[in-house]
């Protein structure tokens, strides 16, 4: 009984064979290179489009690419670099002559050529007069996804700015975790 109750509380603590399963369950080092795409815009299915549509997903990704650096400093790779490797013509072989930012494959392919081991695909969709946020974290070795993560936008550019705050805070703790995605927020 005594033993039982020891190894719970090494469980709990984080002391005991959870801990050491956490750490082999980590897919990179938490200082690895994350390689973030340009924010893609789709607005086809929206009842109205806006010539502030295109300025609503640049903002995004001003606000997505800065947070990371300042959340991940020293981690993100280079943003021209990665624009240039996703606008190449073997990124746009890979993706089938589609925007590099809206294909996995592509977006591993341009993380590749960069030396990340993680990318990050968003989106910025206007349905009818909502807006959705949505963006992947993928691991870039293994193809897996990470994180699939959306957040409902009222369009408001206080409302994107917060959603691409929050999108860059999940990113960086699943990175710093080694991979290992956490709905809670950790210290």
Same mark, same amino acid.
């Given at each position: 009984?005594?033993?039982?109750?020891?190894?719970?509380?090494?469980?709990?603590?984080?002391?005991?064979?959870?801990?050491?399963?956490?750490?082999?369950?980590?897919? %990179?080092?938490?200082?690895?290179?994350?390689?973030?795409? %340009?924010?893609?815009?789709?607005?086809?299915?929206?009842?109205?489009?806006?010539? +502030?549509?295109?300025?609503?997903?640049?903002?995004?990704?001003?606000?997505? !690419?800065? @947070? #990371?650096?300042?959340?991940?400093?020293?981690?993100?790779?280079?943003?021209?670099?990665?624009? +240039?490797?996703?606008?190449?013509?073997?990124?746009?072989?890979?993706?089938?002559?589609?925007?590099?930012?809206?294909?996995?494959?592509?977006?591993?392919?341009?993380?590749?050529?960069?030396?990340?081991?993680?990318?990050? #695909?968003?989106? *910025?969709?206007?349905?009818?007069?909502?807006?959705?946020? @949505?963006?992947? #974290?993928? !691991?870039?070795?293994?193809?897996?996804?990470?994180?699939?993560?959306?957040? %409902?936008? +009222?369009?408001?550019?206080? *409302?994107?700015?917060?959603?691409?705050?929050? #999108?860059?805070?999940?990113?960086?703790? @699943?990175?710093?975790?080694?991979?290992?995605?956490?709905?809670?927020? +950790?210290?």
């Amino acid at each position: 009984m005594r033993f039982q109750l020891r190894l719970w509380c090494m469980v709990l603590l984080g002391g005991g064979p959870a801990s050491a399963e956490a750490q082999d369950s980590r897919l %990179e080092p938490p200082g690895a290179l994350v390689a973030a795409l %340009e924010v893609a815009l789709y607005n086809a299915s929206a009842t109205v489009q806006a010539p +502030t549509d295109a300025a609503a997903a640049a903002l995004a990704s001003d606000v997505l !690419h800065a @947070t #990371l650096a300042k959340l991940l400093p020293g981690q993100i790779a280079d943003s021209a670099a990665v624009q +240039t490797a996703a606008r190449s013509d073997a990124a746009l072989a890979v993706s089938g002559r589609h925007p590099c930012n809206v294909v996995v494959a592509c977006a591993r392919a341009v993380a590749q050529a960069v030396d990340a081991r993680w990318v990050v #695909l968003a989106k *910025m969709s206007k349905i009818a007069a909502v807006w959705l946020l @949505t963006a992947q #974290l993928v !691991h870039v070795p293994s193809g897996a996804i990470i994180l699939d993560d959306s957040t %409902e936008l +009222t369009g408001q550019e206080a *409302m994107v700015r917060a959603g691409a705050r929050n #999108l860059a805070g999940r990113v960086a703790r @699943t990175v710093r975790a080694g991979g290992v995605a956490s709905n809670f927020p +950790t210290p």
